[in-house]
């Protein structure tokens, strides 16, 4: 038999004479189950290909005909996972339904609306948050189980979801507060700077590049979205990039220049906003709800908003908005 040639796939011949192939590449490393090309092979090659982004490799799970984990196994093999998702959504795909996996496995992939809602109500409980990111997943596998005739179903549509409060949106007296404490030509101000004047997310704010900076622009591509944004450096971020000794490639990174993760970065503001005094509730996102709020009450249209923000839905810049005009409309009353 001709031996296949597969990046980082090495074949040999057990005791049996059974041919088996193995997945080496530095840390990573396993066995491939399955035929080439199947869609036990694929999950488990995808999973560790993306063990180098963090993302763990594939997990053992079920490969009992019509088990919910020899679904869950099938749709990482599928296209709409393999190729459609970006690597930070399939590490939130796998954080979602390896745990499901685990615990639930051996069981049908046959479910009925109640006994899906009670799964989601079960975490819900304790995780709101979660339950809602979960049945949003689940509703996307069980629509490929359709479409591959493993049902006739979606039982996960129509449950409500779970309600969550929204992230606090920083006061003038708070960022004060911080800029009081973080003077210009820290590496905590500029940090500070970044978040709230470019309005974006802590994930794309740790990418940021010196060379993103052109004729005073900063060129964004959004991770989450993949939304292109071109954002005028304003004064205030100017002056925090020129007071903060350059260093390495990024805008933002450790002392030593190097760049910072996405969760390193928010640890590190997290310290900073402590030791300003400022309560739990303020965080980096509520820095991006900030520099929304603040447009939207110096009378920026919605879709003003958007082109910073990315988002491409006005839902979420409405409340920005309602708040702003709340706020002016009580001022003119008062003024009446």
Same mark, same amino acid.
């Given at each position: 038999?001709?031996?296949?040639?597969?990046k980082?796939?090495n074949e040999?011949?057990?005791?049996?004479?059974?041919?088996r192939?193995?997945?080496?590449?530095?840390?990573?490393?396993?066995?491939?189950?399955?035929a080439?090309?199947?869609?036990?092979?694929?999950?488990?090659?995808e999973?560790?290909?993306?063990g180098?982004?963090?993302i763990?490799?594939?997990?053992?799970?079920?490969?009992?005909?019509?088990?919910?984990?020899?679904?869950?196994?099938?749709?990482?093999?599928?296209?709409?996972?393999?190729?459609?998702?970006?690597?930070?959504?399939?590490?939130?795909?796998?954080?979602?339904?390896?745990?499901?996996?685990?615990?639930?496995?051996?069981?049908?992939?046959?479910?009925?609306?109640k006994?899906?809602?009670?799964?989601?109500?079960?975490i819900?409980?304790?995780?709101?948050g979660?339950?809602?990111?979960?049945?949003s997943?689940?509703?996307?596998v069980?629509?490929?189980?359709?479409r591959?005739?493993?049902?006739? %179903?979606n039982?996960?549509?129509?449950?409500?979801?779970?309600?969550?409060?929204?992230h606090?949106?920083w006061?003038?007296?708070?960022?004060?507060?911080?800029e %009081?404490?973080?003077?210009?030509? %820290?590496?905590e101000?500029?940090?500070?700077?970044?978040?709230?004047?470019?309005?974006?997310?802590?994930?794309?704010?740790?990418?940021?590049?010196?060379?993103d900076?052109?004729?005073g622009?900063?060129?964004?591509? =959004?991770?989450?979205t993949?939304?292109?944004?071109?954002?005028?450096?304003?004064p205030?971020l100017?002056?925090?990039?020129?007071?903060y000794?350059a260093?390495?490639? %990024?805008?933002?990174?450790?002392e030593?220049?190097t760049?910072?993760s996405?969760?390193?970065?928010?640890q590190?503001?997290?310290?900073?906003? &402590?030791? &300003?005094?400022?309560?739990?509730?303020c965080?980096s996102?509520g820095?991006r709800?900030?520099?929304?709020r603040?447009l939207?009450?110096?009378?920026a249209?919605?879709?003003?908003?958007? &082109?910073?923000?990315?988002?491409?839905?006005?839902?979420?810049i409405?409340?920005?908005t309602?708040?702003?005009? =709340?706020r002016?409309?009580?001022?003119?009353?008062?003024?009446?």
């Amino acid at each position: 038999m001709t031996k296949i040639r597969i990046k980082y796939v090495n074949e040999y011949n057990d005791r049996q004479g059974k041919l088996r192939r193995y997945f080496r590449k530095g840390s990573q490393r396993g066995p491939l189950p399955g035929a080439v090309g199947s869609a036990e092979f694929m999950a488990a090659y995808e999973g560790y290909l993306s063990g180098r982004n963090g993302i763990e490799g594939p997990k053992t799970v079920t490969t009992i005909e019509g088990s919910f984990g020899r679904l869950i196994t099938s749709y990482y093999g599928s296209r709409e996972y393999r190729d459609d998702l970006k690597a930070s959504s399939k590490k939130i795909y796998r954080y979602v339904l390896e745990p499901l996996a685990k615990a639930h496995g051996h069981r049908t992939a046959i479910l009925d609306h109640k006994q899906a809602a009670k799964l989601i109500h079960d975490i819900g409980a304790t995780k709101p948050g979660m339950a809602n990111l979960t049945k949003s997943v689940l509703q996307k596998v069980y629509k490929f189980a359709i479409r591959e005739g493993l049902c006739s %179903t979606n039982p996960f549509l129509g449950i409500e979801p779970f309600k969550r409060g929204s992230h606090h949106t920083w006061t003038e007296g708070e960022l004060k507060t911080f800029e %009081t404490r973080w003077k210009i030509g %820290t590496r905590e101000r500029l940090a500070y700077a970044l978040l709230l004047h470019t309005g974006q997310r802590v994930s794309d704010v740790a990418k940021m590049r010196r060379q993103d900076i052109v004729d005073g622009e900063l060129h964004v591509v =959004q991770e989450k979205t993949g939304a292109e944004l071109f954002l005028p450096v304003v004064p205030e971020l100017d002056q925090a990039l020129k007071a903060y000794p350059a260093k390495g490639f %990024t805008l933002i990174g450790a002392e030593n220049g190097t760049p910072l993760s996405r969760a390193r970065l928010s640890q590190f503001m997290r310290k900073a906003i &402590a030791e &300003a005094g400022l309560p739990g509730k303020c965080n980096s996102h509520g820095l991006r709800k900030a520099k929304m709020r603040r447009l939207a009450e110096a009378g920026a249209t919605e879709k003003e908003i958007a &082109a910073w923000s990315g988002h491409k839905t006005l839902r979420e810049i409405e409340r920005y908005t309602e708040a702003a005009d =709340q706020r002016r409309l009580a001022k003119a009353a008062m003024k009446k």
